[in-house]
């Protein structure tokens, strides 16, 4: 078996320390592990394996001699440092945006579109969260039914905002309450005081009106499904939640598929979990810490009884959402021999 | 002026208090006020116009020269005394499901369908507080476009289950943060601890898979808005916010309707506020204690950019959602002289 030095780039934010504990979990083959981060955090400890490790500050030439890397950083540092990665050889596992929608960059759910990966030139792109968690439950259901259409909104995590999302709802909750409900409480990271409350706002607004969160599971979905003109929209809001993101999806499919073939089809799915029974419809907090996408309340579109379905898809966030993803990725680059494919690869992007 | 005997039937829970509230507010033309609620809480002291009134145990008899009642007790109540106080002479407006469907029943809106008020046989029936606020913005955008399909996902609050359930939510939060986030709370009132968390089951689950609570915004959109047959389907969710209920709308028109002329429609509607900026959507912490219905995030559908529009519907679901709207029919009972219409109804119901 190939070991691996794998970077991860990112590792003291809450994605990043989700990859090393799921790379642990699953055993992937790491030789020697490099937790990189900014200046910020740099000099931090994290533990894999049981052993402290210090964090290194990210710089191009922290990539040489890497041959995986895990990126969680943020859009900007991707764009600055993966292609000084791909530079150096490696192969890059990106999950921030801003590759996600390059041509030559493969847009991937692992157990989805795999084949995808053939086609890598040193990065590999990790679906948004809220797009990821759709797409096996999507790909089985335009096997069965043809999608036509898909509707979408959203009830998102404050952990899909990271770190200091989660803490601000904690502070803001205690606050709230310390003050016997007479204050609302501050926002820093979101725009709102987000406990006890809503924000049908999540990353920034564009010409259109619609948010990039948004636009994100429009244009990664026609992506990934390979279908450049599903007819897709969605609504994403952030909710007082701090893990799992949850979504009401209403699908017309071009032929008729009742929910009880959905649900036989949704069950053949290695990477979801169908609840069958109405009343045992999954939560956000059923969710998190778990691997499956959970799939409850399938029941017949009252708008297109005839060819609609409805349903509610729930997942946890960090982990099938953003780490387990990218974790599984390299377990496929591996599996597939695409790991240091080529060398070629820094111009092309 | 006339002024009348009116009774508030639950007048120690949550919709009934802030009828009363209402009433004052308003200036309605009371005469007497008659509190009335179960053994349980009878005895008790509300407050109205400055002055204690001590709660009566509602009883058949409790009826007796009473003009008008509010009711908002539970539907089991309404199903038992309702009809006494009709046979008493009374015009009842009904908060609870009980009469809404019922065919010699109007179910009306204020402003929306009040001449439905005309034929009243003594009930009036007052819709659930998450197809209420989307009565005023549908009736509008009807005129404007012709509702073709509408797809609701609700974002629904605590105090739409009740007090207790408000209660609920309070100490459930206070238990997670006391115990450092180590437990998850019970779950008595609500089938699951909603604080942090969501629950997509609001009342109860019917045979197609659907709840009640999903099944009334279909039955009663289409019954007050005179489209019997409109397309329309939803998906109920409550979240852990205390007031107000927030909705994610996507509308099919049968012409094409621009963001701007929905914009521009809806700001003649003395019940909406229209938010037109993009980032100046309307959240639930900004509708508690309001009147108007506030619409934001009002875009093309990007699954049918030609004839489709999405928005977000937030409104105070104890305020607009139910007590308001109580009153206000009361007020228009009184105008159009309806009060006491007729004695004959007790019958027909």
Not at 257 to 268: D, G, M, R
Not at 275 to 293: I, L, M, S
Not at 320 to 337: F, S
């Amino acid at each position: 078996m190939t070991k691996y030095t794998v970077a991860v780039l990112g590792a003291t934010g809450l994605v990043g320390q989700k990859i090393m504990e799921i790379l642990e979990e699953r055993n992937f083959p790491v030789k020697t592990l490099k937790p990189l981060a900014s200046s910020r955090t740099a000099g931090e400890t994290v533990m894999f394996q049981g052993k402290p490790y210090i964090v290194e500050e990210a710089k191009p030439e922290s990539f040489e001699g890497v041959d995986i890397v895990l990126a969680s950083a943020g859009a900007g540092v991707s764009e600055k440092l993966v292609p000084e990665a791909v530079k150096r050889g490696a192969v890059v596992v990106d999950n921030t945006s801003h590759f996600r929608l390059h041509e030559d960059v493969p847009l991937v759910v692992a157990g989805v579109n795999d084949e995808a990966l053939k086609n890598h030139q040193g990065i590999i792109a990790n679906p948004n969260c809220s797009t990821m968690q759709l797409m096996p439950v999507f790909k089985k259901l335009h096997e069965i039914g043809g999608l036509q259409r898909v509707i979408v909104s959203t009830y998102q995590s404050a952990s899909g905002a990271g770190k200091e999302a989660m803490d601000e709802l904690r502070e803001v909750t205690k606050e709230v309450i310390a003050s016997d409900f007479k204050t609302r409480g501050k926002a820093e990271v979101f725009q709102h005081p987000l406990a006890f409350n809503l924000i049908p706002h999540i990353d920034k607004f564009m010409e259109d009106g619609y948010t990039k969160e948004e636009f994100k599971v429009v244009a990664e979905s026609r992506k990934i499904l390979g279908l450049p003109n599903l007819r897709i929209t969605a609504t994403a809001v952030r909710v007082p939640v701090f893990v799992s993101h949850s979504e009401s999806v209403t699908i017309d499919f071009e032929r008729p598929v009742s929910p009880e073939q959905a649900v036989a089809a949704l069950k053949t799915v290695p990477e979801v979990t169908v609840f069958e029974r109405p009343e045992d419809y999954p939560t956000p907090q059923q969710a998190e810490g778990t691997d499956p996408v959970l799939v409850g309340r399938i029941r017949r579109d009252t708008s297109n009884p005839e060819t609609g379905l409805n349903m509610w898809v729930v997942a946890d966030n960090l982990r099938i959402g953003a780490a387990l993803n990218a974790v599984k990725l390299a377990e496929a680059l591996d599996r597939m021999g695409l790991v240091r494919k080529t060398g070629k690869v820094a111009e092309a992007v």
